[in-house]
């Protein structure tokens, strides 16, 4: 068995789940415990970071570095690749590390606060997504630290949806409020940004309305290998320095 | 002495200082500590949350809520309104409730992680900026709780200026990247959001260009009731459930 863009058997593909909702009894909750069975039926083997249950600490601070290169001037990204070259940052942010970048697909499920994601899940990216691996000079976006690898993201809103697009109350969802999720963080470490799954309104739905909206982030999932790609900044529009190049003839 | 758009004297006037640096010799720590001197200077009363040495919890969680609403299924915003109403949230949370609700100005002081804030400082606004008192309902935007506020920001970040704005490589920065917290947080509640300071390329430069971009900081905070108040969405553009009104006559 092989799936639409990639070569190895389905048995082969790993993906990780990020969660970011404390009550089991949550959408959110519901979300995460669709994808690991959807993705587990399609012979995935799935790894979980699920962070309220595991106490995830999301505050970068100078204890994430147990041998500084500098100890009188912290620099978190300085440090971060050193930490990373001798072996030396916080266990937790080295073993989810490890578990990034085994994965070659990282669902994320989580509510949307403030138009934005919690902040348990902010300070994941914050101490795990680190200056080295993931990210530096040239290698972002396309040439990112996780090329190659997918993210599929899945969030509940309170709003409707008339409230996000062009002319609406607040705006764009994907590329105007959660860009700074979706292409600043997710995008500029290379990961190809699969089209999110989107449920509004959710603190106030009824219990049919809640079963449709499973039933259509089920089918998401399922047809994963189909979802679009979204758009992100093209390194080679740009010159060394990234300022814009003039358009190719 | 009265200053330009508030008809108390400068003496009456109350700062509240939100820190999101772990690093006493930090650029953004010194542009806290300036912040601090101008205002005082000034005329202003300035109450402060540095939340890396308070070691503030950024986690938003059932322990915020001592009497739950509803025990059973928990929906954070409910509680929150319930929590505030019988007095029974979770201290840290009121106390700093207590602190923005005196304050005429807020400044928040942090340096961008990943095209957003630091989680601790996301996780401030998810626990602080509670339903009911800061929002709710229509009461968003120009009508939010915190209407007849200020908020200025000042970050620091990596990237240089020419990465950012129209064609560029991230975006805009004030209306792309940063929206989702000048726009989606605080413009949300109500505070008028003052044009912010960024200071580029921070750990990439000498000594002299620190000065040079503590000086422009300084002049930013003198003159900060000139400084332009950046667009919001405006209510009356939208009907009752928040759908776009056709433009007036």
């Not at 249950?53 to 440090?79: T, W």
């Not at 309170?158 to 994907?174: I, N, Q, V, Y």
Request: proline content about 6%; glycine content about 8%; aromatic content about 12%.
């Amino acid at each position: 068995v092989t799936l639409a863009n990639d070569d190895r058997p389905a048995a082969e593909r790993r993906a990780l789940l990020v969660h970011a909702h404390s009550e089991p009894d949550s959408f959110v909750t519901a979300m995460r415990d669709l994808a690991r069975r959807e993705l587990r039926e399609a012979g995935w083997s799935v790894a979980e970071s699920d962070l309220y249950a595991m106490g995830f600490n999301p505050i970068l601070s100078p204890a994430d570095f147990g041998a500084r290169k500098n100890p009188e001037h912290l620099v978190y990204a300085l440090e971060q690749r050193h930490g990373f070259e001798t072996g030396t940052l916080a266990t937790d942010i080295s073993s989810e590390i490890e578990k990034v970048m085994a994965a070659d697909l990282l669902v994320f499920t989580f509510p949307v606060f403030w138009f934005s994601v919690p902040a348990i899940l902010k300070g994941w990216i914050d101490r795990v997504f680190i200056s080295g691996p993931f990210y530096g000079g040239r290698r972002i976006y396309g040439s990112g630290g996780l090329a190659g690898k997918r993210a599929l993201c899945a969030f509940s809103l309170g709003s409707r949806a008339h409230m996000f697009g062009s002319g609406s109350l607040h705006g764009d969802l994907e590329f105007g409020m959660l860009r700074h999720f979706l292409q600043g963080a997710l995008g500029y470490v290379g990961l190809d940004v699969l089209e999110p799954f989107t449920a509004y309104h959710v603190p106030y739905v009824d219990e049919a309305a809640r079963r449709d909206l499973l039933d259509r982030f089920r089918a998401h999932v399922a047809g994963l290998d189909t979802l679009p790609v979204l758009p992100m900044p093209k390194l080679e529009q740009f010159d060394a320095t990234f300022a814009p190049l003039p358009p190719a003839e």
